[in-house]
């Protein structure tokens, strides 16, 4: 996992980094696995949660601590 500190708000951002440590083909089997379980068919695009990440930035945002956000294509409500 890595953390980053997020500019002046002392805020963090913390990845999981996928698939460290497979070979390509592994993380290809990884990949299409995943797409067949995920309800909206695709894998996450940084697009997707680029207007979270920027709306938390926002000083408007500062009581939201301590959260997590689930950005996985619907599958963690299976």
Known sequence: M???PFGPLSAFVRLRPPMIGL???Q???VKRQERERIP???R???NDVLSWIISLADPAADW???QV???DGGLGLL
Do not use: M
């Open 64 to 66: 939201i601590t301590g």
């Open 23 to 25: 070979s390509t083909e």
């Open 27 to 29: 993380a290809e089997a």
């Open 69 to 71: 956000l689930a950005v």
């Open 40 to 42: 909206l068919g695709r």
């Open 44 to 46: 996450c695009h940084p």
């Open 2 to 4: 890595f953390s980053w």
